[in-house]
Structure formats: structure tokens, C-alpha cells
């Protein structure tokens, strides 16, 4: 079906396009042209984007789709496209067959593309190694451990060498198991007034020195997910300047809240890793802002019963889906980044961590579009939510940027 989209204003990070009042035209499920239309090109659907920004859909990083109907619906919601989805469901994606399983009921919803990262190990339990090759052919874009560690170390070296001979990534979330394995917040005042266990960044930085370690070892290409810290960027950069093939992203909610935002035990402040402290968050965002990391949601339902604890028992996590746009909006304009260039953060570049021709608006390309007002505003509240989980520290807050509509491989999935 060819597809018109009127009188938006295009932006495509990765190419410099930026075009006010154009047409952008799409034919057999990709961009086909903007500002001209095709020879021959009659369009079977038009879309009035004025007053919008029509760009590349959101390539989200990590989201946990505990209800895949209910958070694909929420996904398209907020503009993006395509999901990365950890392998620590239930069961762990360590089987092809669980793998395929995923990605075909995906794609009989039909909203947006589901991208499974496959499990490293046999039941996440970081002793045996998965089937990686089978996950591989079965849709799997990379291997991961989710939020779990990998404590023999020869285990993950062993691993990483097998990922490394077939050109496998590896993602993984460094925390070092015996530095935070008590802990509930970040190791600094705030958990300390409170009477939390802390988790020192020494856990994040001693995990990643290892990892990076073992990446230059075996080649393998590595992709770090849900950075926290200062000491962990200074750690990321000296690698990526040296050469080795690493990248990292970004929770949304890291670039904005602080160990502070904990409050008075405030369950939707409860992260894994954990907020930590001004001087973090602001060389996160530094990070960011200069191109180094990509912007994730790192959206994890929590069902309400698992908040409506204490601080200590509740589950870790919060809503990201469909607040992904305003937050990184309202990121961008603390840090003084540019539209086209925040945008960059959650297409482009986690186009390229994936490897992903998605993530441009070039002829050719797949058409997963995201169109947005920049101006409206609207309050999250658990009605607004399309996603099951309604858990989220920015709950009452308004909110700044709209998704009016979604489109993935040529096809309006979602409308406001």
C-alpha cells in the first residue's frame, strides 16, 4: 500500500534531513521518496502530520513485554518500533524454539517489530552455554544475561570466545554479583539516612573493567546495557578510544533522577541498577549529549501489588514505553541538545549498536515511522497507560510531546 504523509516537518537524524511542510511518500513498506513524490506514485492512504515531526520510529534498546499484546500496544503508542527483549522471561529464551515463538507472535499482533535477545547461558544460570547458533537463525539479534550475572568468570570468557568466533554480541549489565548482591539503592548518602543496603559503583565498575578485559582477549563484540555511573562512562570511553568494539546505552530515567528521588522510600524510584548520585547522572547525560550512548526506556512492567511494598521488597522498574518521547524531550532540553540530535539517541544510534538498516528515512529503507507533536502536552496517569504496568515515578507530572501516529513497514499501526 502506498502511504503519504503530508505537510510534517521530516527529520532524519542520520542523514542531516531536516524539511518543513514535506511530503514524506512510502511504497511496498518503505521510504520511497521526500519532498517529491515517485514517478507513477498515487497514494491509498494519506496522513496530515501538520504541526507534527514525522522521523525515524523509536528503536527502544530494552523493554520486557510481560504482556506482549498489551506492551506492543503500548509500544506503538509512544512512537516506537522496534523492541530489543531480554531473555529473562518465564521461561528464559534459551531455546530456539522459545525464540521463534516470540518473534512469530509478534508478528501476528502486528504493531511493532520484536527483536529477542537470546540467552547466554542454559537458564540464565551462567555455567553451560545456550544454543547460540540455533537462537541465532530463530531471530535472535545478540546474547545476554539480563540482570544476571555471570560469577565464573572462565564461564563468561569461555563465552565470550565461542560468541566471538561466529561474530555473535554479547550484551551485558555489569554488576558484579558479590559487591551487590545485598543491596536495594545506590551506596551514598540518601541510602545511608534511609537505612538501605547500598550498591557501591564499584559494582558497576569492577564488572565492566572485567568484561572489557575479557573483550580484548577474545574480540568479542560487547554491548553494555543500563549504565549508572561517572566512573563506568570514564572506564566505557578509555575503551571505545583505544578501539575495542563496545558500545552502551542509557536508561531514560538514569539522564533524569537522582538517588534523591527516592524520597521517603518511593517504591517507582526503585531501579535496577540504581539511581545514584547528581554527579552520575550528569556525566551520563554528558555522554549522551555527545553521542557516545544511546537512550533506552529499559521498560519493566511491575504489576501494582509488587509497588504497594516496601522500599526493600518491592520489584525493581518502571513504565518506559510510551513516555520514552517526553522524557528524552525533556532530557534534551535540560542538556541543550537539539531535536535532531535527541532524536539521534533512540533511532540512529541504537540503529547502529543493532547493526540495523532501520532508523533513517532513506529511500529503500524500511518505513517505521514515529509521527509527534512537539508541543502537546498531556499527565501520565495509570489511564493513560496502554501497558499493564502503571508504575512510574513521573505519575501526576505533565508531560511534553504527543505520538499522534505510528507506522511500521508501511502500515498504520497506531493512531491518537
Known sequence: ?????????????????????????????????????????????????????????????????????????????????????????????????????????????????????????????????????????????????????????????????????????????????????????HDGEVAARLGLAGIPVAAETVAIATILQLARETGCRVHLTRLSSAAGVTLVKRAIHDGLPVSFDIGIHHLLLTENDIGYFNPHARFAPPLRAQGDREALSAAAVAGLAAICSDHTPVAADDKLLPFGEAKPGATGLEVLLPLTLKWAAAAGVGLPDALARITSAPAAVLGLEAGRLTPGAPADLCIFDPAATWVLTPEALASRGKNSPWLGYPMTGQVRATVVGGQVVYRA
Not at 67 to 96: N, Q
Open 1 to 185: 500500500m502506498n502511504l503519504e504523509i503530508t505537510n510534517g516537518r521530516v527529520i532524519c537524524p542520520q542523514t542531516g534531513v531536516d524539511r518543513n511542510n514535506a511530503s514524506l511518500y512510502v511504497a511496498d513498506g518503505r521510504i520511497a521518496g521526500i519532498g517529491e513524490a515517485p514517478p507513477g506514485f498515487v497514494a491509498a492512504q494519506t496522513v496530515d502530520a501538520t504541526g507534527c515531526i514525522v522521523c525515524p520510529g523509536f528503536i527502544d534498546l530494552g523493554a520486557r513485554l510481560n504482556s506482549i499484546e498489551a506492551e506492543l500496544a503500548a509500544a506503538v503508542a509512544g512512537g516506537v518500533t522496534s523492541v530489543v527483549v531480554p531473555p529473562d522471561a518465564d521461561p528464559p529464551l534459551d531455546e530456539p524454539e522459545l525464540a521463534d515463538r516470540l518473534v512469530h507472535r509478534a508478528r501476528e499482533i502486528g504493531k511493532a517489530r520484536v527483536l529477542p535477545l537470546g540467552a547466554l547461558t542454559l537458564g540464565l544460570g551462567g555455567e553451560r552455554l545456550a544454543e547460540l547458533a540455533g537462537l541465532k537463525k530463530a531471530g535472535c539479534v545478540a546474547f545476554s544475561q539480563a540482570q544476571r550475572t555471570v560469577v565464573d568468570t572462565e564461564a563468561l570468557w569461555r563465552a565470550m570466545e565461542y560468541a566471538a568466533t561466529f561474530g555473535f554480541a554479547v550484551w551485558l549489565q555489569p554488576q558484579d554479583h558479590w559487591l551487590a548482591r545485598n543491596g536495594i539503592a
